[in-house]
């Protein structure tokens, strides 16, 4: 079970003091506006009000005691930035920052964040994927060059195996699941028979990816 430090509790923060409650982690949940502080009571071990730019009260939460510490102000950068920057001075073991600019993530990195996370550029890309090609149903990048995509089945697999159209040697992907309906089929093996109404969770890069989704 994790501990988390979580700072600011608009709506990203709330969202992620949801999500750490369905994986049980211990979160203290931390801004200065008492009303977003009793929104997330619900969903979080502990909550304080205060002012994270405060030296004094960065101090008092005994920070180096947290798994990670989430930084998850996003309308105001300057606060953001000195949050950060006082989480580090007090040992922070590890800082995720939230930016809304590349200019942000510079400079938060460069102020002692350990990650930065860009949700709403994140987002925007995942969404252009999702909408922009009808055989895309999902779509996580995992590095620059490489994600994972949910995708049809092309109609000209149907009845034919994995070994039979020589998946990895002709297209330069993972096959990392089937799906179908709500059935999960994780690493298929080489005889699997595709059918129509299946999907796949394929792995590679991007560029080897796009060339397959235009089938």
Same mark, same amino acid.
């Given at each position: 079970?994790?501990s988390?430090?979580?700072?600011?509790?608009?709506? $990203?923060? !709330?969202?992620?003091?949801?999500k $750490?409650q369905?994986m049980h982690c211990?979160v203290?949940?931390?801004?200065?506006?008492?009303? !977003?502080?009793?929104?997330? @009571?619900?969903?979080?071990?502990?909550?304080?009000i205060?002012? #994270?730019?405060?030296? &004094?009260?960065?101090?008092s939460?005994?920070? !180096?005691? *947290?798994?990670?510490?989430?930084?998850?102000i996003?309308?105001? $950068? &300057? #606060? +953001?930035?000195?949050?950060?920057?006082?989480? %580090?001075?007090?040992?922070? !073991? *590890?800082v995720?920052?939230?930016a809304n600019r590349d200019?942000?993530?510079? *400079?938060?990195l460069?102020?002692?964040?350990?990650?930065?996370v860009?949700?709403? %550029? &994140?987002?925007?890309i995942?969404t252009?994927?999702r909408?922009?090609?009808?055989?895309?149903?999902?779509?996580?990048?995992?590095?620059?060059? /490489? +994600?994972?995509?949910?995708?049809?089945?092309?109609? +000209?697999?149907?009845? =034919?195996?994995?070994?039979e159209?020589?998946?990895?040697?002709?297209?330069?992907?993972?096959? @990392?699941?089937? =799906?179908?309906?709500?059935?999960?089929?994780?690493?298929?093996?080489?005889d /699997?028979?595709f059918?129509?109404?299946? #999907?796949?969770l394929?792995?590679? #890069?991007n +560029?080897?990816?796009?060339? $397959?989704?235009? *089938?």
């Amino acid at each position: 079970m994790k501990s988390v430090l979580l700072i600011g509790l608009g709506r $990203f923060g !709330r969202h992620m003091a949801m999500k $750490f409650q369905q994986m049980h982690c211990e979160v203290l949940a931390v801004d200065h506006d008492e009303d !977003r502080v009793n929104d997330v @009571l619900p969903y979080v071990t502990n909550a304080q009000i205060g002012d #994270s730019t405060n030296e &004094q009260f960065i101090a008092s939460l005994g920070v !180096r005691n *947290f798994d990670v510490c989430v930084v998850g102000i996003g309308d105001n $950068f &300057q #606060s +953001s930035l000195e949050t950060t920057s006082l989480l %580090k001075e007090q040992g922070a !073991r *590890f800082v995720v920052a939230r930016a809304n600019r590349d200019v942000h993530a510079k *400079f938060l990195l460069r102020n002692g964040a350990d990650d930065v996370v860009y949700p709403e %550029k &994140q987002m925007a890309i995942r969404t252009a994927v999702r909408y922009g090609n009808d055989n895309v149903y999902d779509y996580v990048q995992l590095t620059g060059d /490489h +994600s994972i995509y949910e995708t049809s089945t092309p109609a +000209s697999w149907d009845g =034919k195996t994995i070994v039979e159209l020589q998946v990895r040697q002709r297209y330069h992907i993972n096959i @990392l699941a089937v =799906k179908r309906g709500d059935v999960l089929e994780p690493l298929p093996s080489a005889d /699997h028979v595709f059918r129509a109404g299946e #999907s796949l969770l394929i792995l590679g #890069s991007n +560029s080897d990816i796009e060339k $397959f989704l235009h *089938f």
